[in-house]
């Protein structure tokens, strides 16, 4: 679980970093496909590439860590809890899944967008790149949802120390951000949920997390 914690808090900073490494128009999350957004991929696709593995590496990582942190630090779950603990764990899979089936569409694509025609084109972007979850109702509400209620839990049952508690709700309150961004597409909250979750909260509470279980085990 140490070593769980600490990959989703090293995926987390090389996700958020690289978000903001990626010309604009490859930044297709909350806004949807622009014409310029397959140029942009051919002409550069090293931060992308490496942003969508960060994601699925965080993402699976996050998936066991929700599986798991409970186990490890003695929290007893009531039924509901482990359902959304269940929803949880099972929206960063399908996160994974998604930013796998993108990143392996879009850099097919961009190879391929030169030849083809501007029908083809027109069709391309109407249908969008694969997202099993498209307005992240599992992949950031469900996950955003557990992590105010485990820590809130955590804290009140004296399992967690109230400092990572209270950065373990940020970091709820971030993936909830991210999932408002994409229903009601708004790019800037994609953006600061970015920069808060990623590169900060979510680094802070995994290898928060990471040294609490190493000192209570």
Same mark, same amino acid.
């Given at each position: 679980m140490v070593w769980l914690a600490i990959t989703l808090g090293v995926a987390s900073i090389i996700g958020g970093v690289t978000h903001f490494l990626m010309?604009?128009?490859q930044l297709h999350m909350a806004s949807g496909l622009k014409r310029d957004f397959f140029e942009s991929l051919g002409q550069s696709a090293g931060a992308f590439t490496v942003h969508y593995w960060a994601m699925m590496i965080a993402s699976l990582a996050g998936a066991a860590v929700i599986m =798991?942190? =409970? @186990?490890? /630090? +003695?929290?007893?779950e009531g039924i509901l809890h482990s359902i959304l603990r269940f929803g949880a764990a099972l929206g960063f899979v399908v996160a994974a899944l998604s930013f796998g089936l993108m990143l392996k569409q879009a850099l097919r694509l961009s190879d391929a967008w030169p030849n083809l025609s501007e029908s083809a084109r027109e069709a391309v972007k109407t249908n969008g790149l694969p997202n099993i979850d498209p307005w992240g109702l599992?992949?950031?509400? /469900?996950? +955003?949802l557990w992590? /105010? @209620?485990f820590?809130?839990?955590?804290?009140? @049952? =004296?399992? /967690?120390p109230l400092w990572l508690g209270i950065i373990g709700?940020? +970091? +709820?309150v971030s993936f909830l951000l991210v999932f408002v961004g994409m229903l009601l597409h708004i790019g800037l909250l994609v953006d600061i949920s970015a920069a808060l979750g990623c590169i900060v909260v979510s680094p802070m509470w995994s290898f928060g997390l990471a040294y609490f279980l190493m000192r209570v085990t």
């Open positions: 010309p604009r128009a =798991g942190a =409970g @186990v490890a /630090l +003695g929290v007893v599992f992949s950031f509400f /469900l996950v +955003g992590f /105010l @209620v820590n809130v839990t955590a804290v009140n @049952v =004296g399992a /967690l709700c940020v +970091g +709820g």
